[in-house]
Each structure stands twice: as C-alpha cells, then as structure tokens.
C-alpha cells in the first residue's frame, strides 16, 4: 500500500486566484494521477504526473488551467489556476504501486476547494 | 471506451442484514476490477480488487466481490452490515492491456446506508 498526504485539506478562495495543492507519498512511485470529484459527482481524471515526463492531461483539461510538477518520485503539485465558482471541487491525489498492470491505486484524503 | 455502471443511487439495509451493491461494466478485452469506499470528507480507501483467478475475492472489513465474466458484473457483498459501513462506494475498471490501461474509470458511487 502507500500512505498519501495532500496539503492543504481545504481552503477557500476568491475567483481569480490560484492554488497549488501539494501531494506527497511514503515510497517512490512511479505514476501518479490528480482526480477531481465535483460536488456529488464521481472522479473525474485530470492528468497522469510521471515522473521526468510532461504531464499526460485528460480530454477537457489544459496545462494552462491545471498546471502539475512532478519533480521526484515521492512528490506532486497541481496547481488551480485563475479560479471560478465552477472549480470548486475536491481535488485527490493519488499513486499506482507496482507491478503498474496490476497494481492498486491509493488515493490521498484530498483537499477541498470552495471559490467564491 | 470503458465504462462503469452503478444502478443504485442509495441502498438501504439494517444493521446485521446481508448486503449487496451492484456494478456492472463495460471494456474490451479482460477487465481489472476495483472497489472503493469514501467516508464522509475523506478520500477513497481500497477495499479489493479482481484480476485474475477465483471469481470470488475477499477484501478488507469482511467485504468480497464476486467476478461475473458472462454478466460483465462485479458486485460488492457482505454477509452481515454495520452502522459504521454506511458510506458512499465506488466501483472502477481498468483494461488489462494496451493503451490507456492504468487509468481507472469510476461508476458514479452508490450511497450505502445502514439502518441501526
């Protein structure tokens, strides 16, 4: 299994604004992912963050508006940017552990957006 | 496309009654099957998985799963509920092979309620 942090838990932000959610993972793991649960939905993908490689972005999310670094093996940012009401969501982190087929995917306790 | 169906919204049942909450899927070729719970403002916590082998799988907090290849099913069972099981439950589905096969696709979550 992987123990998963995300920071902030929750915030609340003004429209217009960004914010950069930090992801952090107990041991190295190669793919991670950034999922997003608006309100009363299921998990939406919004990118896969490999690690040494630009982000793989899901069809109706742009680098722009969802900026992601993945700068080591144990560590991701997404970053909300130019925020609206509409990005209010829970946004998860999570990880696949090894072997990549078959492995399992652990997901962070997310941090829950407001923007007003 | 790969796909996950989740009939219920909610599923009610009394404490100590079996219960089951059903998901069926769609994807080509051989599937991964998963199932996770979210409690309330948490994130998803892994229950099991199917990948290969007995159809009958046995997950966490006395939770199984049953593999129907014919029915393209995957329902989540217990023989006995808690109070404390009532949460919402995501069924998901992987490909087992070629492009885009770590990625998870989600039903959209059956709320469990368990009646004391």
């Known amino acids: 299994s992987a123990v998963i942090s995300q920071k902030p838990s929750r915030d609340i932000c003004q429209r217009g604004t960004s914010l950069t959610i930090q992801c952090q993972v107990d041991s190295q793991v190669t793919m991670m992912f950034w999922y997003r649960q608006q309100p009363g939905q299921s998990l939406t993908l919004i990118a896969t963050?490999?690690?040494?490689?630009?982000?793989?972005?899901e069809s109706g999310f742009v680098i722009d508006k969802f900026p992601i670094s993945r700068p080591n093996l144990t560590f991701s940012t997404l970053t909300v940017s130019n925020m609206s009401p509409e990005d209010s969501s829970i946004y998860l982190c999570?990880?696949?552990?090894?072997?990549?087929?078959?492995?399992?995917?652990?997901f962070g306790p997310g941090t829950r957006l407001l923007v007003l | 496309a790969q796909s996950v169906a989740q009939p219920e919204d909610q599923v009610n049942v009394a404490e100590g009654n079996p219960l089951t909450v059903k998901c069926t899927y769609s994807v080509s070729g051989n599937p991964y099957l998963f199932w996770y719970v979210q409690y309330p403002n948490r994130g998803l916590q892994f229950l099991l998985k199917y990948i290969t082998g007995d159809n009958l799988v046995k997950g966490s907090y006395g939770f199984e799963a049953e593999f129907n290849k014919s029915q393209t099913s995957f329902h989540l069972k217990k023989p006995s509920a808690l109070v404390s099981d009532s949460a919402l439950y995501f069924c998901a589905v992987r490909r087992n092979s070629g492009a885009g096969s770590y990625q998870l696709t989600f039903g959209k979550g059956t709320k469990l309620s368990v009646i004391p």
């Open positions: 963050a490999n690690q040494g490689s630009e982000a793989t972005y």
């Open positions: 999570s990880v696949l552990t090894p072997p990549p087929h078959t492995g399992t995917q652990y």
